[in-house]
């Protein structure tokens, strides 16, 4: 009997050490690409790193490892719902296999319970430690980085403490609960209390910008595949850069050539500001407007030609490496890309849509869930492996969608250019925003995985009508942006057809005789403005490649 205790209690501590080992591997290798891509962005100037004195080096050196830590933790966040779908399917496929024998339930439960727990240490401690320590000088008369240690510490625990007070308040004003001192003091009652506040404000979030990445991916993905010859002529763009490029090398031989600090006389065609002024020492703010290219003087004009054709020809050589694409890449892959992302949001709104008639109907729970959940007893999909892998591809989509949407902010950090601030603040928005998946997906009942720890006992799950209104607002919205998306090329030459016509006849009721000359007026000044609007777009898209 003694023996099988023994056998028990060591089977029990090796099962716990492989687990730590298996969490330390994965937190390893999260914490090296979060690291990466914080080194790809941050900011490499005598301003935000290098300096002579030496606590601050130290103290930028901390408060980035915590921002890479939080990180780290979103993106274990992120990965929680499809890495536990798939290993619940691959434990029913080989159940017996002895290279699966590490992955069960006590591993995916405990790395939804790391995450729940790095993602509350995260939010509420290491991040704003990062941001205050960061921005903090050190009490007078401690000097040194300890001065600047405990006045961090001083001024976190004062903002505890305001937030625990503001927890309380909240509480006690949704529970309707006048809860004692006790309870105030009861740290371990609040701090899941306003995490799950935090989740809440990040899945309304996400239903802000998920149907609205649904409409950017459409664009994105035609930004990076090169589009069928029907759709857009590469020759005639190649053909337009190099006309440019020539003129504009021109036009600076001859800058040089005379010593003229300007263009005389000026071109016959419009000069818009948002085409011909770049970003540098061709741009001139007067009156709060762009002054356009070819007006400028003296050695502005120099270099704002010069700076132009830098980008012409950055553009024309883009155009021309597109050119040598093989038709079966133009004519097959970018159309089974749009049909791959249309299939994809379909499917993702005919789900939303029947989650929303089972809990009207009753037969579908809320997505709150108490109960321990064991891997591999049966796949949760009714088509079997192919059903979960297709729920996993969905929720990485539903991810893809949103942060494709956050990325409309104009908030994304620039390569080399992003300051220490601005990378706590996204730190901070990107694990608001992946703690809150798990919680958007299961909400929209795109699984039947349950939300296992604490994930799963957030109280605002429970609430029918909040839950029902969720779904129904996102279904709405997504098929709304999808409408519009698909519309608006018609809805727009409808309107102009309309208004075309409305000033045709407005003029041919003032006058009748001169409708033949103004109608040709008209038409001629419609093919000018289409013209410039073909423009347009094509600058557009070049800007967002």
């Not at 929680?80 to 619940?88: A, F, G, H, Q, T």
């Not at 065609?269 to 085409?275: E, F, I, S």
Request: with cysteine; proline share 4%; aromatic share 10%.
């Amino acid at each position: 009997m003694d023996d099988e205790e023994t056998d028990l209690r060591e089977q029990i501590f090796h099962n716990n050490v492989r687990e730590q080992i298996i969490f330390l591997l994965l937190f390893i290798l999260l914490y090296l690409f979060s690291f990466m891509l914080i080194e790809k962005f941050r900011r490499r100037d005598s301003e935000d790193f290098f300096t002579a004195d030496e606590d601050e080096v130290k103290v930028y050196r901390i408060s980035l490892w915590l921002c890479t830590f939080a990180l780290a933790v979103s993106l274990g966040s992120a990965l929680l719902l499809p890495v536990s779908i798939v290993s619940n399917e691959v434990l029913i496929l080989y159940p017996n296999s002895y290279y699966v024998k590490w992955l069960n339930s006590s591993l995916i439960q405990g790395l939804w319970n790391h995450v729940f727990l790095f993602s509350n240490l995260s939010l509420f401690v290491f991040l704003p430690f990062a941001y205050l320590f960061s921005e903090s000088s050190g009490f007078p008369g401690c000097r040194g980085l300890r001065g600047r240690v405990y006045e961090t510490f001083i001024v976190l625990a004062l903002l505890g403490v305001a937030m625990l007070g503001l927890a309380y308040v909240i509480s006690a004003w949704v529970e309707g609960d006048r809860s004692s001192i006790d309870a105030l003091l009861n740290l371990w009652t609040y701090l899941p209390f306003l995490y799950s506040c935090v989740s809440f404000v990040g899945v309304l979030m996400l239903l802000v910008f998920t149907p609205l990445g649904f409409v950017r991916l459409f664009g994105v993905v035609s930004a990076v595949l090169v589009k069928p010859q029907f759709l857009r002529d590469l020759n005639e763009e190649y053909y337009v850069y190099s006309f440019e490029e020539d003129t504009l090398r021109r036009r600076i031989n001859n800058s040089l050539a005379t010593g003229a600090g300007y263009i005389s006389p000026e071109p016959m065609y419009p000069d818009r500001g948002d085409v011909s002024a770049p970003v540098g020492p061709a741009v001139s703010k007067v009156s709060g407007k762009e002054t356009p290219l070819l007006r400028l003087r003296n050695g502005a004009l120099q270099a704002g030609l010069n700076e132009r054709l830098a980008r012409v020809v950055t553009l024309r050589k883009e155009v021309e490496s597109q050119r040598k694409t093989s038709p079966l890449q133009r004519n097959v892959v970018y159309p089974l890309a749009m049909l791959l992302l249309l299939a994809l949001t379909t499917i993702t709104v005919l789900m939303v849509l029947q989650n929303t008639l089972e809990l009207l109907i009753g037969i579908k729970a809320l997505p709150l869930s108490t109960r321990q959940f064991t891997l591999g007893i049966a796949s949760l999909s009714k088509l079997g492996w192919a059903g979960a892998a297709l729920e996993a591809v969905l929720i990485l989509y539903l991810h893809a969608a949103s942060l494709t949407g956050l990325a409309a902010l104009r908030v994304l950090p620039r390569a080399r250019r992003t300051p220490l601030a601005r990378i706590i603040a996204l730190c901070a928005l990107l694990l608001a925003h992946s703690t809150a998946q798990p919680l958007l997906v299961k909400i929209l009942g795109i699984t039947n995985f349950d939300l296992l720890g604490e994930f799963g006992r957030i109280e605002w799950l429970g609430n029918f009508r909040l839950v029902l209104l969720y779904n129904a607002i996102f279904a709405a919205t997504v098929t709304l942006c999808l409408v519009s998306k698909f519309t608006a090329s018609v809805r727009r030459e409808l309107y102009n057809r309309f208004k075309w016509m409305t000033d045709v006849f407005t003029i041919s009721e003032d006058n009748p005789k001169n409708i033949t000359p103004i109608a040709n007026r008209v038409s001629a000044e419609r093919t000018v403005m289409d013209k410039v609007d073909q423009s347009e777009e094509v600058t557009e898209h070049l800007k967002s490649d």
